[in-house]
């Protein structure tokens, strides 16, 4: 058996245009990734002038201050920028922890196993 489709002369009628969805509301988008990039370029920020800053700009103003006798400047360039940039790094996973939970995506479970 074949279907007939219907006549559109014969009172049929057409179908109505399709209406076109509206577009989602995306704000709370672009507000979460502003607020995203905001927070990354702080964080890099503080890194840089850690690493480049301390480390190589400043190094030899800040020789003349020892820490357990170990100039400063020294310090700054062979560990103080991986432990900054380590505990950046925490710093960026809370924060963003903070802010997945404010617009609602997080990615993470809650204890007990239920989100």
């Known amino acids: 058996m074949t ?3 219907p006549d559109k002369k014969a ?11 509206a577009p989602p509301d995306n704000g709370w988008r672009r507000e979460y990734w502003r607020r995203n990039l905001r927070l990354m370029v702080i964080l890099l920020s503080i890194w840089f ?8 700009l400043l190094v030899e103003p800040l020789n003349n201050i020892e820490i357990a006798g170990f100039p400063l ?4 360039a062979q560990q103080g920028s991986i ?10 996973a809370k924060l963003m922890d903070r802010l ?15 989100q």
């Open 3 to 5: 279907e007939v489709a």
């Open 11 to 21: 009172g049929g009628g057409e179908p109505p245009p399709p209406t076109s969805p």
């Open 49 to 56: 002038v850690v690493s480049f800053g301390f480390g190589i």
């Open 73 to 76: 400047g020294f310090w700054f």
């Open 83 to 92: 432990y900054t940039f380590v505990i950046l790094i925490l710093v960026y």
């Open 100 to 114: 997945d939970d404010q617009y609602g995506v997080r990615e993470r479970e809650r204890e007990g196993g239920g």
